[in-house]
């Protein structure tokens, strides 16, 4: 005796959330607009060697100071040693997209683990996971960033990557805590507790899962935000130290020719706009595909 | 029979979802008499709840739709009707108690202030002091002891059954000629649910409003009703006196359930289930929406092609069946 | 017949904490010292209200839940003592059926990984073996294998519960607690797993703690019935003993309250309808905890807690100073 319904007319699919997913995220046209425009400017970036007309640190001082033009390929100018800016802003978003996904991922990671432990254990090791977590985030960043910085002087990505992975981890843990906490009473936990599994599988195969959607939208928007922060950084000369390329410093180095050399400071500063821009577009339209504000009907 | 207070005429109504276009209700036509109990009567999916709420404007619309119908009450068509009209109706001449009580009542309330907001809502004139006589006059009709201190108390330090007898009040504050029930005892222990019983009766014997019931419990239509609406994905199967349809169902789903239900006397008997699921209401299947869980149709092509007809039986005039050989369930007995 | 599953002097206590510094106010005895015994083969149906404990009951004896007192005896075993890792092999022969059929089964996995989990967990899913046992029990619960790549949301609440069954047979136990699993399905699907259980219950040897509110549904399946009040056992017996000759005032009213069956029966019983609600779990009445609604309380019931014994000549044990047969037209005279 078999029996699955009626199949009647169309066969329904097999449809996983996933799919789901997928075609509400496919339905914000902004946000895979954005995600289109993300991916390029990331292709740019991985390519930078490849793409950039010109090397980061290649002088022409017989072309210094030079505005935007299609000659030899000096899209955005050149700045006052003659430096082909279009590649120095290349080279600036490699680094920029490097460090912010680096952040992202080692922040989503930690703050995920420490989220999911203090949200499945609860009692105690909770409440020390949040009183710690609830430290860092009282901890003035920037002053942090500030004094690790002169530290660690050479300033290279991986360590800057490093330290605003160390502040950015908070926000994740808190959610996904949250979303443990809840999931934690949901029957399907307590029948893989019936059937014998461990902490970590219960943690890794049957409640990670279900938390997938917050966590990729906070990864999502972390990115955004590393890439403001890291461009805030290296603007106060703080952070990335050359000679690794970095969009704020280039901001910074620009803008004392005022408005003479006008794009030295507005073609990284609306890279960086932009990416940031698309970033969020993108984690809005991954929130809503996670998560609709969909109606259940009761027949 | 005499004028219906309350009249559904083949009310469709959707909801948009991203499965699809979920049939909720389709074509569903039935009439509520003056002071009678109509129980309406079904599993989850059939549509009893859709077709009351919507009536009353209380679908979410999107990604509800009512695609067409009407439901006339005193004359007015209450599909056609929005805001601050609706809003006169409702609380006032139609009332209704929910399933839940505790999502219903208002927690930063007391129990008093929502039961006089009720009355003030609907009879503005009406004093504070005038409001509260009745609403302690109320709360003891429906059996709540010490009525005065609880009056005072909110809906969280009431256990359940209170919280459900409160609700009762409120419908019945505004005198209503219909109270609309959806499930009023789902949520409660067996022994409550009796309480609550004796409460509903006592409600109607007070108001002498029409009752519309809406449950699956067919115990509770065997306590209550006077006429019985059997629904089925979304369509009216079956219609007649509670009598006749708990005696002589004219319709094979409502002899299936009947027959498939534990009863308290009969004991260690296999019980005898309907086979199969109930249908998607997304795609439902062609013809009788009950055939291919149907052990009369036999498979027979009619079934299978034609939605049957709700028209009058071997059993009744106002005995109706939407089965195209409901004479066959009246041969068997 | 052997016994397989002895519970006693059970205490399940579920602390109420409150103010700044979470400090303990009082408890919430969720089970209050409870004796039962299940004999191997048989259905015992647990039955009582919301607040009387047959959840907590249930999820303690799987020790889902630590009990805070009282000893779980299974297939001779104390496991009561046991932590988690040497409950893992306990739990091949003692598993458990939830109540709802929308929140046990996982969204994120097919339901094929779902059945297939316990069989992992225990290392016993390899290759071609542990997919003709999934498929198997698929077919053993009444399914089509052929679905088992699809998600929990595209089957019936009927059908999930059916997974829910074929997940807690994938380890072959020997007892299997049901906690109200046919509570959330409609009426005409809840007899399809009424009868399922039934079928496997003779095919594969099982015995069953089933927990239910619906007196109907556990008058079918069982064999023995403990009805259970604000955490203690107050009348229990065999099928017969309970439904036909009840002594309990509280299982009395339980009876009277099941709705009619057709409306030529209205007013033809006299219903025992109770007063007043359930006491607060966390101070029960002193004495007989049931005399807040009892219509027999007198001041014995409020001084002296009566023992789960026979009395009145019964043969079962009842926790009433003045149980007795009632005579009148209800649950006594039922067939």
Redesign the interface.
Known sequence: MTELGYEAGVVLETRSQWAYVRMRFLRHRLAVGSLVVLILIALVGIFASQIAPYGYDELDLENASQGPTLEDWHLFGTDQLGRDYLSRVIFGVRTSLWVAVFVALVSTVLGTAIGAVAGYYGGRVDNLLMRFTDLVLTLPGLAILLTASVFLGSGEPLQVGLILALLFWTTIARIVRGVFLSLREEDYVDAAKAAGANDLRIIGRHMLPNCVGPIVVNATLAVAAAILVEAALSYLGLGIQPPDPALGRLINEGQSSGFDLWWLVTFPGLVIVAIALCVNFVGDGLRDAFDPRQRRVRA | MPDPILALRDLTVE?D???GV?H?VTGVSYELQRGEVLGIVG????????SMLSVLGLI?VP??RIVSGEAIFEGEDLLKLRGRRLRRIRGGPVAMIFQDPMSSLNPVLTIGDQIGEAITTHAPETGESAARTRTIALLELVGV?AAERRADQYPHEL?G??RQRAMIAMAIANDPSVLVADEPTTAL???????IL?VLKAAQRETHAAIVLIT?????I??L?DRVVVMYA?RVVEIGD??SI??APRHPYTA??LR???????????????????????????GCPFH??CEQSRGREICRTEVPELRATDAGAEHLSACHFAEELGARE | MSEILRVESLVKHFPLKAGVFRRTVGHIRAVDGVDLTIRRGETLGVVGESGCGKTTLGRAIVKLLEPSAGRIVFEGRDLTPLNRRQMRPVRRDLQIVFQDPYGSLNPRMTVREIVAEPLRIHGLYRGGGGKRRVEELFETVGLNPEHANRFPHEFSGGQRQRIGVARALALEPNLLVLDEPVSALDVSIQAQVVNLLDRLQTELGLTYLFIAHDLSVVRHVSDRVAVMYLGKVVEEGTRAQIYTAPMHPYTQALLSAVPIDSPTERGGRARIVLEGDVPNPASPPSGCRFRTRCWKAQELCAQEEPALVPRAGGEHPVACHFAEVLPTSDAASRR
């Open positions: 909801f979802t991203e499965d979920v909720a599993e989850s999916g059939s549509g009893k709840s859709v979410p990604p509800g002891p256990s059954g209170m222990d067996v022994t409550i649910q009796a309480q004796e699956h419990d067919l115990g509770l065997a306590e009703a979304g509670v009598f708990f005696d299936g359930l498939s239900r534990a009863r308290l006397e009969a004991e260690g008997a296999e019980l005898e289930p309907i086979p199969g699921q109930p249908p998607s209401l997304i795609t439902p299947p062609p291919p869980r």
